[in-house]
């Protein structure tokens, strides 16, 4: 049973040395020195502040992209023992010496290093010479605009390795499928492909652009996969499900889990949370849990609220009324009710509160029990300090007037009477049943004389309204806006009877214990949202730059400046690589466009395995670089010149792909089409000889015909069959002699 052992273990072990070195090569360049200098480096003012964020677990939204990036660099962060503590205010700060400066740069610069020797990998699964290999790996490794991203505490160095290691996980997949599909191999690669795309998503929303491009790719090659007559129906349905479980299951579900692990670890209130709703903000440590634990759940007649807009824009507020009344008239002229003033505050206050109230009774208290409402129930809602009912009536908004205004009744003994009943309606109901309730139901408030909806018009008061937010009275309120919802964020049971109890009652905290945590999916829900709508306003940056100042390298970025000395770091290309990278992609699209055109003529300049290996590294790398840098010409965001890096990365690898090419199909037609010429020219002059009859007579000519291609020692007999038809030589040739004729399939010329 243990006869094994009485032979030694063997473990062969292949090392590729190229890559070892590149390898080291690219961790020098990019480690080396890695600390200096000490001191913030322009976005790392950005991402730094995150990174304090995380090691002290507070909450933040960045509109940015997702957070998986922030992770790795907080990763870097905590392996250094950084406590967060650091005030992120301004590039050229001194770091003090509780930043570990060294850790917290540590995971870009390494993921800088690895594009190297990934370079290197893609071309030689590509199948180019492992010379443009290397050439690619040392044009990435010389590039001092990637070795300065690479070295400071950014994220498109870590996005650049993660896209490459995307698509070398695909083309060995790819290479795999030819002959051993379904192996360990294939399934390991294959789901690789998946995560990687995953990662680079999940560092920066400009992985979408690759990640959308190898599903292309990936959808184009499972077509002739399709096409296979081999291959039994099961077979390729067994193809189908792997490509869709490892390219698009897969990385969706890491994706979600990206924002799992962020709202795991970022578990107390901060200023970030302040945009989410009140209950994301209520499932937070501190901040609004504090006022909101323990409040009632069911919101009931007699109840005591204060209502915040969903919408949030154009800043957070709560359903506000004070003393003061709409002016008689407006400055221009039009008249009001002289009602008592209704506005969305965006601060808390008092005056915030409001009672629900039943029409068909008096009492501002809950009853014991509780009385819920429900969607469809009519109420009046009363102002908790004035005793005021919110009011709607056909006049016009102040600065709205298209609107009706909002107001708290007063009754001046004049023909306009109290409209004062809403009817209560959950947008997120389950059923029409649903009760109303604290936090969690978005609810409209329709008037019931007018069919108007209370909404936010978002619009600011004049000085007599003190600059708070117009409310007003949506007559055209067929569609769905958040501006016209409003939910309950504070709730507390009404028990005073008379005004000035319910005064001190309404300063006073909830006692009422009861949990109203959000799920995960709806928390993800919410903030991923966020991400993609919540904008900052995009101001022109002294280092800002368009898309086409990136090709033409119009454009720098001052990263960092001495305070004392003239040392200065700056973002800048190799101008020798981006315009080699220029001219290669343009040599690429022209002589694409070239063999088309001829193919289309049935011309075919190179071999088809030459022109399938063509397009394929066009599909990755020009494909690559137009995915991502095309888009940015229809972006209103402010660019940088660090955007156009991966896109440069992909044109990079473009040079020897072209040189390769050049190399192995231009030049050798040259030579080809220069020594046709002689040869013609040879025999021309031999077809011009004063004995060419006599000799083909004499059967002469064959012999001088082979002793010449013997000393040229060119074998390829399509292409001498082709000079001696054009001249006329093969006449002399008897149809049994010329399949003796010692010409071989060889292509190339020597």
Not at 324 to 341: K, L
Not at 485 to 500: A, I, T
Request: glycine share 6%; net charge neutral; charged share 15%.
């Amino acid at each position: 049973m243990l006869g094994f052992l009485k032979e030694p273990v063997i473990v062969n072990v292949e090392i590729n040395m190229n890559i070892m070195v590149l390898s080291l090569m690219g961790l020098i360049s990019r480690l080396w020195g890695l600390s200096y200098p000490r001191a913030v480096v322009f976005d790392e003012v950005y991402y730094g502040q995150f990174v304090s964020l995380y090691m002290k677990r507070i909450f933040f939204v960045d509109d940015s992209g997702p957070p998986f990036g922030h992770m790795l660099l907080a990763l870097g962060g905590y392996l250094g023992g950084f406590d967060g503590n650091f005030l992120w205010n301004r590039i050229g700060a001194e770091y003090s010496m509780n930043v570990p400066v060294w850790s917290l740069r540590l995971l870009p610069a390494l993921a800088g290093a690895l594009c190297v020797p990934l370079a290197y990998q893609i071309l030689v699964e590509l199948q180019f010479s492992h010379c443009a290999a290397l050439g690619a790996a040392l044009l990435i490794l010389l590039e001092n605009s990637l070795i300065t991203q690479s070295r400071f505490m950014l994220l498109e160095s870590i996005l650049i390795f993660f896209i490459l290691l995307a698509v070398l996980s695909y083309l060995k997949f790819y290479n795999l499928q030819k002959h051993s599909s379904f192996s360990g191999s294939w399934w390991f690669w294959l789901l690789l492909t998946g995560v990687a795309c995953s990662c680079a998503v999940g560092v920066k929303y400009m992985g979408l652009f690759t990640y959308i491009l190898l599903l292309t790719i990936a959808g184009l090659h499972f077509w002739h996969v399709i096409g296979d007559q081999n291959l039994s129906n099961v077979s390729l349905m067994c193809h189908f499900l792997a490509r869709g479980l490892a390219l698009i299951v897969i990385p969706v579900a890491m994706y979600v889990s990206f924002f799992y692990v962020h709202l795991t670890l970022l578990y107390r209130s901060g200023p970030h949370d302040q945009i989410m709703t009140s209950a994301f903000q209520a499932s937070l440590e501190g901040g609004l849990a504090r006022i909101t634990q323990g409040q009632p759940l069911e919101v009931a007649y007699g109840s005591q609220i204060t209502l915040r807009n969903v919408l949030g824009k154009p800043m957070q507020c709560w359903l506000h009324s004070h003393t003061n009344t709409y002016p008689i008239r407006y400055e221009n002229g039009r008249g009001s009710s002289h009602q008592q003033q209704v506005t969305c505050y965006p601060f808390k206050d008092v005056n915030n509160w409001w009672i629900v109230k039943d029409p068909g009774m008096q009492q501002l208290v809950v009853s014991n029990p509780p009385r819920p409402v429900r969607h469809g129930d009519i109420v009046q809602l009363v102002h908790g300090i004035t005793t005021r009912y919110l009011n709607t009536h056909d006049v016009a908004a102040p600065v709205s007037p298209h609107s009706q205004e909002v107001s708290c009744y007063i009754d001046y003994n004049i023909s306009m009477p109290a409209q004062n009943l809403w009817r209560v309606e959950i947008v997120n109901r389950e059923s029409d049943t649903d009760v109303w309730k604290t936090i969690l139901s978005e609810v409209r408030f329709v008037h019931v004389n007018t069919s108007a909806v209370l909404k936010l018009s978002g619009a600011s008061l004049p000085e007599w309204g003190y600059r708070q937010l117009e409310v007003v009275g949506e007559k055209l309120s067929k569609g769905y806006h958040q501006s016209m919802v409003w939910n309950v964020e504070e709730h507390r049971y009404g028990k005073s009877l008379e005004q000035k109890e319910r005064e001190v009652e309404l300063h006073s905290p909830t006692q009422m214990d009861i949990s109203k945590n959000l799920s995960f999916m709806a928390k993800f829900t919410e903030l991923q949202w966020k991400i993609l709508t919540l904008k900052n306003e995009d101001t022109e940056h002294k280092y800002s730059s368009s898309a086409l100042d990136w090709i033409t390298m119009d454009t720098n970025i001052a990263y960092w400046l001495h305070p004392t000395s003239t040392a200065q770091i700056h973002l800048l290309g190799n101008v020798v690589t981006w315009a080699s990278a220029n001219v290669a992609a343009l040599i690429y699209m022209c002589l694409s466009l070239w063999y088309l055109i001829r193919r289309r003529r049935k011309i075919y300049d190179i071999p088809e395995d030459a022109w399938q290996l063509w397009v394929s590294a066009g599909g990755i790398c020009v494909g690559g670089w137009a995915v991502n840098y095309l888009p940015f010409f229809g972006m209103e965001k402010t660019l940088f010149l660090y955007h156009y890096l991966p896109a440069l990365t992909f044109q990079i690898l473009l040079i020897p792909i072209v040189l390769q090419h050049i190399r192995d199909h231009l030049c050798r037609y040259f030579v080809l089409t220069d020594r046709w010429t002689r040869e013609q020219t040879l025999f021309s002059s031999l077809r011009l000889a004063p004995w060419q009859a006599a000799a083909g007579k004499a059967g002469l000519f064959p012999a001088v015909a082979i002793l010449h291609l013997k000393k040229t020692g060119h074998t390829k007999s399509s292409f001498w069959m082709k000079c001696l038809t054009s001249l006329g030589v093969t006449a002399f040739f008897p149809s049994s002699l010329i399949p003796d004729l010692c010409f071989s399939r060889a292509c190339s010329l020597h």
